[in-house]
């Protein structure tokens, strides 16, 4: 059983950057994948970003590419998301998530809120 633990989220200016992390405990196989979602409020929740945790290779919603990188560190199963250049509409609720390849996202955190003044 894999559980997940975000921190790293708080209130920001415009501009500003954050870093948020994802520890998991169990054990990470080379076949999980690791990915960060978002919901604000109102809104559905979207995919934020994904790694592999075999490979490192990373994916970015458009609207997060240049700005976000995610990385992870095998050694202490945590994924780090790295936000620069964070704007109003990047304030959401954000969730760590883990998968098994060809499989549905089925392990969640329970959220860490980042919130982007103007």
């Known amino acids: 059983q894999v559980q997940l633990v975000e921190s790293g989220g708080g209130l920001v200016q415009a501009g500003g950057s954050l870093r948020l992390s994802c520890a998991a405990s169990?054990?990470?196989?080379?076949?999980?994948?690791m990915g960060w979602f978002r919901q604000a409020p109102g809104k559905e929740r979207e995919f934020v970003a994904a790694?592999?945790?075999?490979?490192?290779?990373?994916t970015y919603a458009d609207s997060v590419k240049g700005r976000f990188t995610l990385s992870r560190d095998s050694g202490k199963n945590t994924v780090y998301l790295q936000m620069n250049s964070l704007k109003p509409e990047d304030t959401a609720v954000y969730y760590c998530?883990?998968?098994?390849?060809?499989?549905?996202?089925?392990?969640w955190g329970q959220g860490t809120q980042v919130t982007v003044s103007s």
């Open positions: 169990g054990r990470i196989f080379n076949n999980y994948v």
């Open positions: 790694i592999s945790w075999s490979t490192g290779i990373t």
């Open positions: 998530a883990a998968r098994v390849l060809a499989a549905e996202y089925n392990h």
